[in-house]
């Protein structure tokens, strides 16, 4: 059974840091690529970042390039996002998410997203 | 990029059929069979209903299908129950973003 399980949201003021972990079981980490995707209160899903089942391709939403750094670890299953210079914007549940096909693409789709983890950043 | 065009709300009776379109262009839709339907629930993870246009993931009933015709996909949902009832996105692979683009998300409502 597939799971992903995220970790390390918060509170955190303005200009502020938070990394994410997403430890993911049930599958061959390696072999996939994977996202994440945010949700503002009470609005619409938004790609934020993927990177490739190796690790060596990562891409990012214009409105977080240059802020945050995704990465991944496939010797402990796990996905990170590492968000810096955090802005009011940035409030959202932040979920990660597997690429559905082997070797694929993120924008192709995902299937299995983890249960989210809130990100507010406020003074 | 912009986000793909779903209607904010449909709604439908018990038993009855609705369809959720998601309009895009020859950049993402229209040019891809890419396109996944997600169902999310209030304070739920979305849930993955439809991939490559009209496959079914294991587990997801036979009531929920998907099609697409030029720059427009579809989601059908037939026999309507009152569990439907959640906010629909649809997704697309671009040729402008690897990370793909999201449909602003429709509000079903079960009446």
């Known amino acids: 059974e597939v799971q992903l399980l995220e970790s390390g949201g918060g509170l955190v003021q303005p200009g502020g840091s938070l990394r994410l972990s997403c430890a993911a079981s049930?599958?061959?980490?390696?072999?996939?690529?994977m996202s994440w995707v945010r949700q503002a209160p009470g609005k619409g899903l938004e790609w934020v970042s993927a990177i490739s089942g190796s690790g060596g391709s990562t891409y990012y939403a214009d409105s977080v390039k240059g802020r945050f750094t995704i990465s991944r670890d496939n010797s402990k299953n796990t996905l990170y996002l590492q968000m810096n210079s955090l802005r009011a914007e940035d409030t959202a549940v932040y979920y990660c998410?597997?690429?559905?096909?082997?070797?694929?693409?993120?924008?192709?789709?995902?299937?299995?997203w983890g249960q989210g983890t809130l990100v507010t950043v406020s003074s | 990029q912009s986000a793909l065009t779903q209607p904010a709300s449909v709604s439908g009776s018990p038993g009855q059929s609705i369809t959720i379109s998601c309009t895009g262009t020859s950049s993402d839709v229209g040019g891809y069979n890419y396109v996944s339907w997600y169902q999310q629930h209030p304070g739920k993870a979305p849930k993955l209903m439809i991939y490559e246009v009209s496959n079914r993931p294991s587990g997801v009933s036979n009531r929920f299908s998907g099609s697409k015709s030029g720059n427009t996909a579809s989601l059908t949902i037939s026999g309507l129950q009152a569990e439907d009832e959640a906010d629909y996105y649809c997704s697309s692979y671009t040729s402008s973003s690897t990370l793909g683009v999201f449909g602003g998300g429709t509000k079903l409502t079960v009446l």
């Open positions: 049930g599958f061959t980490f390696s072999s996939y690529a």
């Open positions: 998410a597997k690429v559905i096909l082997l070797r694929a693409a993120a924008g192709t789709g995902v299937d299995y």
